[in-house]
């Protein structure tokens, strides 16, 4: 957490985020190919878990995410205005009266919990939290409290769509909705980074 802080160094810090990011990664699918071999009887389940599949998943398997999203959702859109504040620097989040690496922490422990309990069900679903977030920054602009309710919905409407899909193009045969997206999400990725690239050009023209 200290290192993703902008104290931290700016670039350098999203440097070391990402390598982070690209350990754990690494670790975990070690550790998966672990389970994999021990305990072969298991494998087409969690190959199918591991391509994004809601086909099988139940009620039950969606108890802990839906509880965790009633629960953490409302917090993180009530404090929509420290997250807004804490994007323009900490000392206007001081200004305000919040606790930036609090509300940093938080807010990092609160997307950990819904990722992980969403993953647990339905696998990891590639490119749609990015296509969430891109879509709600353009409609919603940067408020946080706009922009997570609208994430949302358009994560799950874009979810659904995919997975009715993947149930019409091969069937009776099913395409994981984690496949769909994740040939949909290179393009959108690609964009990112060619957005990037360009306001940055645009910055350090004004800059001169």
Same mark, same amino acid.
């Given at each position: 957490?200290? +290192? =993703?802080? /902008?104290?931290?160094?700016?670039?350098? *810090?999203?440097?070391?985020? &990402?390598? #982070?990011?690209? !350990?754990?990664? $690494?670790?975990?699918?070690?550790?998966?190919?672990?389970?994999?071999?021990?305990?072969?009887?298991?494998?087409?389940?969690?190959?199918?878990?591991?391509?994004?599949?809601?086909?099988?998943v139940?009620?039950?398997?969606?108890?802990?995410?839906?509880?965790?999203?009633?629960?953490?959702?409302?917090?993180?859109?009530?404090?929509?205005?420290?997250?807004?504040?804490?994007?323009?620097?900490?000392?206007?989040?001081?200004?305000? +009266? =919040?606790? /930036?690496?609090?509300?940093?922490?938080? *807010?990092?422990?609160?997307? &950990?919990? #819904?990722?992980? !309990?969403?993953? $647990?069900?339905?696998?990891?679903?590639?490119?749609?939290?990015?296509?969430?977030?891109?879509?709600?920054?353009?409609v919603?602009?940067?408020?946080?409290?706009?922009?997570?309710?609208?994430?949302?919905?358009?994560?799950?409407?874009?979810?659904?769509?995919?997975?009715?899909l993947?149930?019409?193009?091969?069937?009776?045969a099913?395409?994981?909705?984690?496949?769909?997206?994740?040939?949909?999400?290179?393009?959108?990725?690609?964009?990112?980074?060619?957005?990037?690239?360009?306001?940055?050009?645009?910055?350090?023209?004004?800059?001169?």
């Amino acid at each position: 957490m200290r +290192g =993703a802080s /902008p104290e931290a160094g700016g670039a350098n *810090a999203v440097q070391k985020m &990402v390598l #982070l990011g690209i !350990a754990v990664s $690494a670790v975990f699918s070690a550790l998966t190919s672990i389970f994999l071999v021990l305990d072969e009887a298991q494998l087409t389940t969690v190959l199918a878990w591991l391509n994004g599949r809601l086909a099988g998943v139940r009620l039950p398997d969606l108890l802990p995410a839906l509880v965790a999203l009633a629960v953490l959702f409302p917090l993180l859109v009530a404090g929509g205005r420290a997250l807004d504040a804490l994007g323009t620097g900490d000392a206007v989040s001081r200004a305000i +009266g =919040a606790n /930036p690496a609090r509300v940093r922490t938080g *807010a990092i422990v609160a997307s &950990v919990v #819904l990722t992980a !309990a969403c993953v $647990a069900a339905a696998g990891p679903i590639g490119f749609l939290g990015l296509l969430a977030a891109v879509v709600a920054q353009r409609v919603a602009g940067r408020t946080h409290r706009r922009s997570l309710v609208v994430a949302a919905v358009v994560g799950a409407t874009t979810l659904l769509l995919a997975d009715s899909l993947g149930q019409l193009l091969w069937a009776p045969a099913e395409t994981p909705v984690g496949i769909l997206t994740g040939i949909a999400g290179v393009p959108l990725l690609l964009w990112g980074i060619r957005s990037m690239g360009a306001s940055r050009k645009g910055g350090g023209r004004r800059g001169h």
